[in-house]
């Protein structure tokens, strides 16, 4: 079973730039994550979408970053205009069903935006 | 506001040890926890999840426990490898949020 795929895996950009990342979960899952980890912390969700229909965007910081997850497969996060603060790994991860106490989440291999 | 909290930050070992790991969470209404490993410069990988029906996982040279009334869960490693080595993060989902929240980790080293 083919995992969470991510592109790009790194991204240099300077400040004001814009950026976006590609996320396939895995396939079936209905419930797909999006998460920064700044290092040295846990990650903090971003935003969350079963299918396509968006559940939490709660700390998605608006005025920035949008997400979305048309087709309720593939999800784009995308950050306009970048700031440096924004430098940290984003990561996308699935699970098969959302309110399943069983579900588990599977996580991709990140993409680690370095904003200059 | 659930917060999760992870003690201690880092652990160095020698190899062959049995260790714990802590995990400790604010709000006792939980909907179920999960234990991840992360390698430097890699995602996330799932060890082991804990239901809040549940007292304790077993996977392996893997044990985790959960005790919701003392907002607390351990995983214990038996046999310590280096291979063990890495960063161990508890996430736990809260009924009323149903939000991952993330504790910082704790940095393992096994020493050969």
């Known amino acids: 079973e083919a995992g969470v795929a991510q592109s790009p895996r790194y991204k240099i950009i300077e400040k004001r730039q814009s950026v976006a990342f590609w996320c396939n979960p895995i396939?079936?899952?209905?419930?797909l994550y999006w998460y920064q980890q700044i290092l040295g912390q846990g990650p903090k969700l971003l935003i969350q979408?079963?299918?396509?229909?968006?559940?939490?965007d709660s700390q998605l910081p608006k005025d920035r970053f949008s997400a979305e997850r048309l087709k309720g497969v593939d999800s784009t996060l995308k950050i306009q205009p970048a700031k440096l603060e924004d430098s940290a790994v984003y990561l996308c991860?699935?699970?098969?069903?959302?309110?399943?106490?069983?579900?588990?989440?599977?996580f991709g291999p990140g993409t680690r935006l370095t904003v200059l | 506001k659930q917060e999760v909290t992870q003690i201690p930050a880092a652990l160095s070992v020698p190899e062959g040890e049995n260790l714990v790991l802590n995990c400790s969470f604010t709000?006792?209404?939980?909907?179920?926890l999960q234990w991840f490993r992360q390698d430097p410069g890699k995602g996330l990988t799932s060890l082991l999840l804990?239901?809040?029906?549940?007292r304790e996982q077993t996977s392996g040279r893997l044990n985790a426990s959960l005790d919701k009334s003392s907002g607390r869960s351990t995983l214990y490693i038996a046999a310590s490898q280096p291979g063990d080595s890495a960063t161990y993060l508890c996430?736990?989902?809260?009924?009323?949020?149903?939000?991952?929240?993330f504790g910082p980790g704790t940095r393992l080293s096994v020493l050969p």
């Open positions: 804990i239901q809040s029906s549940q």
């Open positions: 979408f079963q299918n396509n229909g968006v559940v939490d």
């Open positions: 991860a699935s699970s098969l069903v959302w309110g399943n106490p069983k579900n588990e989440q599977f």
């Open positions: 396939s079936g899952h209905a419930t």
């Open positions: 996430a736990v989902r809260s009924n009323y949020g149903q939000n991952f929240v």
């Open positions: 709000d006792s209404a939980i909907y179920n």
